[in-house]
């Protein structure tokens, strides 16, 4: 098998900026991405769809007479609020204690706890950020958004989360100018037809967008890359199965282009068969993980593969917070590959996920036992597993997008 390592990392160099969906940075990388695949004399279906985005801005906290640097959460809109500021452990055992409050909380909320900072009435959110790793990204989900339900939220540092913790009950002040606006953002699709079992499909994907602040070098231009390498790989075969490469916007404002793109081949998803998303790889050190949204049979057939191949590959049974999810609504049975434990990781969603903490011995894992998995699921007489998703990933699924998302999903699969 050829190394199609050293093509993956120059084109994660090339796509290391930030893509935050519905930006010139997400159009400037789309670019790049289909210029390949015209290289490759792949057909390219662009599929575009509407979602809220915005313009980041500046911010500030300010206590007495000091100001301390924060970045508003996206898809926020320009604000100054102050009150009181009130810790909370956990959101999920608050009353009404913090009403008119600035709530202060250890890492980033959307979803049902945002939803529940809205019901107890708090009057502003700061969120702390992750030692040593400067600003954590954070947006408001979408449906918040569409429904005017904004909350001026901000993140800090670490180390200004701390002095906050320890000024409990003294009035803050926000400031906030980041806004939004209803834009659009686009799936890149392409299609190489089966010639003998066309219509049984296996879709391999990854996100090519970043959160609004960072380069997004392992998250995920690093899968992006390893989508384009196969691509690069499968070109020249004539396959058995229909396989579909994608390339999804939005997965970081809430999975907004998987999302769409199964809204938009409900008729014909029960023909897909599979789908392998490839979401965070680059590190040269950590290690391979695999997380399937599965029965146990494909857990199986994926810890059988990683020691036939001899890529170490820790795989369980679960759910990822990903574009395989809106699948699993569906029954569609994935696997989701990734590689982490190093810098790059380290600084996933932060302005310091970059290219210079990559390389190839980072891309190679991931990209050499896809290519392991695709070539076995396209040779297998019949398809080695069936279309099912284990009953065990049931509650997990559902809460899954009310925790994220704050909206509640009926499964298609019962």
Not at 134 to 156: D, H, M, T, W
Request: contains cysteine; hydrophobic residues 40%.
């Amino acid at each position: 098998m050829r190394d199609f390592s050293s093509y993956a990392l120059r084109i994660l160099k090339s796509i290391s900026f930030p893509r935050l969906a519905g930006t010139n940075g997400e159009d400037n990388a789309r670019e790049i991405i289909t210029s390949e695949l015209r290289k490759l004399n792949l057909p390219i279906r662009e599929e575009s769809f509407s979602l809220w985005t915005f313009k980041p801005g500046d911010g500030y906290v300010e206590v007495g007479n000091r100001k301390f640097k924060a970045i508003p959460y996206g898809n926020s809109k320009p604000f100054t609020v102050e009150g009181p500021i009130c810790f909370v452990d956990n959101v999920d055992f608050i009353g009404n204690e913090i009403k008119d409050k600035i709530v202060l909380v250890y890492q980033g909320l959307r979803g049902s706890q945002y939803e529940k900072l809205l019901e107890k009435g708090a009057k502003g959110l700061i969120s702390v950020s992750l030692p040593e790793r400067g600003f954590n990204f954070v947006s408001i989900s979408q449906r918040f958004v569409e429904e005017g339900k904004i909350i001026p939220a901000l993140i800090v540092d670490y180390d200004t989360g701390l002095l906050l913790r320890r000024s409990e009950s003294r009035v803050v002040k926000l400031h906030g100018s980041t806004s939004y606006f209803k834009g659009n953002a686009t799936n890149i699709i392409v299609e190489i037809k089966g010639e003998t079992n066309p219509e049984e499909i296996i879709i391999v994907c990854g996100h090519y967008d970043s959160v609004a602040i960072s380069p997004g070098a392992t998250d995920n231009a690093g899968g992006s890359a390893i989508l384009l390498a196969l691509a690069k790989y499968y070109s020249r075969f004539r396959l058995p199965r229909t396989m579909r490469l994608i390339w999804f916007s939005g997965e970081e404002l809430g999975l907004l282009g998987s999302q769409a793109y199964v809204e938009n081949i409900k008729e014909e998803i029960k023909k897909v068969k599979f789908v392998l998303n490839l979401d965070v790889a680059g590190d040269p050190l950590g290690e391979n993980r695999a997380v399937c949204i599965s029965e146990k049979d494909v857990l199986s057939y994926i810890s059988i593969l990683s020691k036939e191949v001899g890529i170490p590959f820790k795989a369980e049974l679960g759910i990822y917070s990903s574009d395989s999810m809106p699948f699993a609504i569906y029954g569609v049975p994935s696997v989701n590959l990734f590689r982490i434990g190093g810098k790059g990781t380290f600084y996933i969603h932060s302005h310091s996920d970059k290219k210079a903490f990559v390389d190839k011995d980072g891309v190679r894992p991931v990209l050499d036992f896809s290519i392991y998995l695709i070539d076995r699921l396209q040779r297998s007489k019949f398809f080695p597993f069936e279309r099912k998703i284990s009953t065990e990933l049931k509650e997990k699924i559902i809460d899954y997008f009310q925790r994220m998302q704050g909206r509640k999903i009926e499964l298609k699969w019962e």
